[in-house]
C-alpha cells in the first residue's frame, strides 16, 4: 500500500490515511523533520541544508520506524518532479548508520517546483514505498 500526501500535514494526516500513529512516535521528531508512511511503516527525515537550494547538492539523514515485528534491511531514495515526469540528475548514494537509520548522500534538485522524494524501504515482507512532496524555490 502506497500513501501520497505533503509533508508538512505530518502524523494528523497519516492517521485519517490509516497509517499507525504509533510509529510515528518511535521515529525523530523536531524542527524540520520531514515525515511519510505506509501502514506498516513510518519514516522521519532531515535534509542538510535544512532549506535545499536548486543547483546545490544536499543529503538527508532518515529513520525508519517499522511496525511491531517488523524488521527493516534496507533503504533506497530518490527524487522526481511528477508533474514533469523527471527524475534528478544524480543517483543518490544511500549507506546505513545504524538499525532503522541511513544517510543519503549526492542529491540534488536542478530546477524550482514541485519534487516528490521517493522511500523504498526493504522488509522480510517486502518493499514499502513512501512519497514525501517537497517545493523547491
Not at 25 to 36: E, K, M, S
Not at 53 to 78: I, M, N, Q, W, Y
Not at 118 to 128: H, I, M, N, S
Request: hydrophobic share 40%; charged share 20%; proline share 7%.
Amino acid at each position: 500500500m502506497t500513501l501520497k500526501h505533503c509533508a508538512r500535514a505530518g502524523c494528523a494526516l497519516a492517521a485519517l490515511l490509516g497509517a499507525s500513529p504509533g510509529a510515528y512516535a518511535a521515529c525523530d521528531a523536531g524542527p524540520g523533520v520531514l515525515r511519510g508512511s505506509t501502514s506498516r511503516v513510518a519514516l522521519a527525515f532531515r535534509t542538510d541544508p535544512p532549506a535545499i537550494k536548486v543547483g546545490e547538492l544536499f543529503s538527508l539523514e532518515a529513520e525508519v520506524c517499522p511496525e511491531a515485528g517488523t524488521s527493516v534491511t534496507g533503504l533506497r531514495v530518490d527524487a522526481g518532479m511528477p508533474a514533469h515526469k523527471h527524475g534528478m540528475n544524480y543517483r543518490p548514494r544511500v549507506s546505513s548508520t545504524g538499525p532503522g537509520k541511513y544517510t543519503a548522500t549526492g542529491l540534488m534538485f536542478h530546477m524550482p517546483g514541485q519534487w516528490q522524494f521517493t522511500f523504498d524501504v526493504e522488509t522480510p515482507a517486502g518493499r514499502e514505498r513512501i512519497h514525501v512532496d517537497y517545493t523547491a524555490q
